[in-house]
């Protein structure tokens, strides 16, 4: 065999041997990315299934705080206004830890830095429900402002054209805005929670 034959056959070797290692290599990047984008994909349900957790923690705090203001509004009807204090001051406890809680989620959910659309789409959700929780702590206020300015001018024996009566008005109109804050919260959140919805279906398609 001469020595081009043999140099031939060298070269053909040695290229043999290059298109396999780079067809290797390929392939074990490719193999490689479609691992890391499924542990990525994993760590994402993951932390939102952790996250759905503990929200589902929280809704106990906003049951309870919607319970006691629900009464505090029965007792306002029925003018007790003793009952409608003791209600909103028990229902803002549950508010305060509600909003506290979501603002944990949040700083929870930042420590992971998942940068992903269904993760920006959850915590604005978390914000709406802060200004949702907090309109309501907010409202609870003014409500037990406004029952106090009334049993002083219906029980007290007060003259007609006492000041109290104004005042209590005046509460009662800051907690409407509070109210009104609430719902427009609330319609943002539930046009949230479709987008959630909607991306999430089209990721697992």
Known sequence: MSKT???LIYF?????LLVTILFASAFYVESS???SDLKAENQ???TILKMETEFSGLSIDSQKADGYYNEASLSYENKDYNSVESNCRLARDYYSSESQGYRNMKSELASYNISNKLIEIYQQELDEWIIISNSMYESCEHFESAARYYDTYFNT???YDDQSYTMGTGEIDMMNEKINAHDIAVGKLNQLIEDFKVELENRIK
């Open 5 to 7: 034959s043999s140099g």
């Open 12 to 16: 053909i070797l040695i290229a043999a």
């Open 33 to 35: 990315r479609v691992n």
């Open 44 to 46: 994402l349900y993951k």
């Open 157 to 159: 024996g007060v003259l």
